[in-house]
């Protein structure tokens, strides 16, 4: 029988999948030509954020709000044009992380149904300068 899950953290894995995810991550998004711009040559401390980000945000412990404060997610991102095609973009570097790190189709559809929301509540512009 299917075991059930309370959260999202608990069903991809938790903390060694999450930290393998945003491993897989980030180097799509460098390499990606409308988001790699954007991000800083030292990935590493957005990395860091997203993990703890993530963490809470898939319902484990609340990391990322233990040590920044309140998410304000959109608020965080207005510095930065992001268009609805970088949302996309976003939710497609995604996508494949998902499935480089093993997740099973359904539940990475799931997760990606998840992010799409707060992807597209972050674009501030259709102008993408
Ligand atoms: C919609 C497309 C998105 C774009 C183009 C984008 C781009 C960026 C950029 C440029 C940064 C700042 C990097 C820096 O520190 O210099 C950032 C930070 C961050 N993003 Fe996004 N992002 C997007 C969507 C998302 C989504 C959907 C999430 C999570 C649900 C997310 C979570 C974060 C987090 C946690 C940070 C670090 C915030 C901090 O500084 O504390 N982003 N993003």
């Not at 959260?7 to 491993?23: C, F, H, N, S």
């Not at 711009?37 to 990322?64: A, R």
């Not at 920044?68 to 995604?94: K, N, Q, V």
């Amino acid at each position: 029988m299917e075991r059930q899950y309370e959260t999202i953290y608990e069903a991809i894995g938790g903390a060694p999948v999450l930290r393998k995810l945003v491993e897989a991550f980030y180097p799509k998004v460098q390499a990606h030509p409308l988001l790699g711009p954007l991000f800083p040559d030292n990935i590493m401390p957005v990395m860091e954020k997203q993990y703890m980000f993530l963490t809470q945000f898939f319902g484990g412990p609340s990391l990322y709000s233990d040590q920044y404060g309140h998410p304000m997610m959109r608020a965080r991102h207005m510095p930065f044009p992001i268009t609805p095609e970088r949302a996309e973009a976003w939710l497609s570097c995604m996508s494949k992380a998902l499935e480089e790190v093993g997740l099973e189709p359904q539940l990475r559809q799931f997760v990606l149904e998840r992010l799409k929301g707060p992807a597209h509540h972050f674009v501030n512009t259709e102008n993408s300068n």
